[in-house]
């Protein structure tokens, strides 16, 4: 199936993942009673995962293999691992950001608020984990397998991306509460 769907296949997971995610975001790092959770949050990072996040990894690897072409392993290792983690990492995490703050109804200065508290350390904290995983995945996995080794490790990554913007909107909506009064 994923040979035959890989978009369809992969935004699928993805949208699994995410949900996943969310939920051990709020259960198991934020300790939410089940009464407590926060659906329209879920529903989000699903419609996330499905439309946004799915599709990007399943035409990003196909698209790193076609332009990457160097007769070195190691130097096409380095340039995909590169790319990944220099062009696809950081416009992922703003979309994140972005997205999640739109549909919280902040708007465009919840956008940049969001952005401001959260991008940097959020990339610096992808920088920790991806580019070792991409390496191994890059190095032994074939290119329709690649999201294959993303989704079992974006289910930790999805839990605490899940985590780190809810944490910022509460901040967010703390924040404006004081400025109200």
Known sequence: ILRRFPT????????ALFVVGDWAAQHGVERRRLAEHDSQRTVRLAFFGGL???????????FLSRVVRVKSPIKGLVYRVALDQLAYAPVAIALFFSYNAILEGRGIEGVKERLERGYVSTLLNNWKLWPF???????????????LVVNATALGWNTYMSYTNSRLGKKEAAE???TKQ
């Open 8 to 15: 369809t296949t992969q935004s699928v997971t993805t949208c």
């Open 52 to 62: 946004i996040a799915g599709p990007m990894v399943a035409l990003w690897y196909p």
């Open 133 to 147: 995983v991409q390496i191994v995945n890059f190095r032994f996995v074939p290119v329709l397998y690649q999201s």
């Open 176 to 178: 404006q509460d004081l």
